[in-house]
C-alpha cells in the first residue's frame, strides 16, 4: 500500500511562494509518475502538474503554467511543486498521487495512490 504524504502548504501573500513536498514512506516512488491535484471549495479538483518517471517529462494544467515547476529526487524519494507568482485563486488543497504514467490531461481517474493533502492559502 503506498500512503503519500504532502507537506508545505501554509499562508502566503498574494506574490509569494511555496514549495510543496510529497513523499512515501516504505515505498520506493522511482518508478511512478506523481502528479499534483488541488481543490478549492466548493470546486472540482483540478489537476495541476505531473512527472513522469523515466524521462521525468513534465505536464502543467493552464492555471499554472510558467508559474510551477515539478521535480523529482530520487534520493529521496521526494516529488516537489514549485509555486510561484501565487494568487488567491491558486488556493486550495493540494493532493499529490500515483499513476503509472503521465498524460497530458491530467485526469484525476488515472491516478490511484492519494494523499491527505496540504493546506495553500493565498491571502493578503
Known amino acids: 500500500q503506498v500512503q503519500l504524504v504532502e507537506s508545505g502548504g501554509g499562508l502566503v501573500q498574494p506574490g509569494g511562494s511555496l514549495r510543496l513536498s510529497c513523499t512515501a514512506s516504505?515505498?520506493?516512488?522511482?518508478?511512478?509518475?506523481i502528479g499534483w491535484f488541488r481543490q478549492a471549495p466548493g470546486k472540482e479538483r483540478e489537476g495541476v502538474a505531473c512527472?513522469?518517471?523515466?524521462?521525468?517529462?513534465?505536464y502543467y494544467g493552464d492555471s499554472v503554467k510558467g508559474r510551477s515547476t515539478i521535480s523529482r529526487d530520487n534520493a529521496k524519494n521526494t516529488i516537489y511543486l514549485q509555486m510561484n507568482s501565487l494568487k488567491p485563486d491558486d488556493t486550495g488543497v493540494y493532493y499529490c498521487?500515483?499513476?503509472?504514467?503521465?498524460?497530458?490531461?491530467?485526469?484525476?481517474?488515472?491516478?490511484?495512490?492519494w494523499g491527505q493533502g496540504t493546506q495553500v492559502t493565498v491571502s493578503s
Open positions: 498521487a500515483t499513476a503509472p504514467f503521465c498524460s497530458a490531461y491530467l485526469l484525476s481517474a488515472e491516478f490511484d495512490h
Open positions: 516504505r515505498f520506493n516512488l522511482d518508478y511512478l509518475a
Open positions: 512527472i513522469s518517471s523515466h524521462d521525468r517529462s513534465t
